[in-house]
């Protein structure tokens, strides 16, 4: 039996996992613009800074919250400009990254490059898009999060590869202080 009628199998017969929500967001899209959906019209990539795609995703450490803006060149997955900050501020988030991207990659006034992300206030708020229309970068976004998938994968690796040694040095911490104050009592 395949992973998928397996998944079938078990949601027939009851045997389902509850997912908890997770109470953050990092997208607000009441009210959004929508820029049209560019990688839909793309055929094939031959080169660096044809498309980046760009997302937010955030991360604990220590009981503190991080937001991670991160652009990544499509050709050859190289992340090309990032930002951190403990705020979801354009000043903080979609506009440190983009310009770091710009400035590693030494892009020209009229690049052509389209510029994916997903419905995030950050990706349309104005100053935003003037820094992007002053390098002839064409706005791309996507409805929700199937339509930024390599963004989205990152952030999978980001939250499940990387980030899963904090998670798990804070527990340890965390156990380690519960079975100290358990010795003493």
């Keep these: 039996m395949g992973r998928d009628r397996f998944g079938v199998f078990c949601h027939q017969n009851g045997f389902k996992v509850e997912v908890k929500k997770r109470g953050y967001r990092t997208t607000d899209s009441r009210g959004t613009i929508y820029f049209p959906n560019l990688l839909l019209t793309l055929d094939e990539l031959t080169g660096i800074n044809q498309l980046w795609v760009s997302d937010i995703t955030y991360f604990e450490i220590d009981g503190e919250l991080f937001y991670l803006t991160f652009i990544m060149d499509v050709y050859n997955r190289e992340i090309v400009g990032f930002s951190v900050s403990d705020n979801l501020r354009t000043e903080s988030t979609t506009l440190p990254a983009p310009k770091m991207a710009i400035a590693n990659r030494k892009l020209g006034k009229e690049s052509g490059l389209i510029f994916h992300s997903d419905g995030g206030g950050q990706y349309y708020c104005k100053v935003f898009v003037s820094l992007t229309n002053g390098y002839g ?47 003493i009592v």
Excluded: F, L
């Design 137 to 183: 970068i064409k706005n791309s976004m996507g409805k929700t999060a199937y339509e930024n998938p390599i963004a989205e994968r990152i952030n999978g690796t980001i939250k499940n590869d990387y980030n899963v040694g904090y998670q798990q040095k804070e527990k340890s911490k965390q156990k380690r202080k519960s079975q100290h104050i358990n010795h």
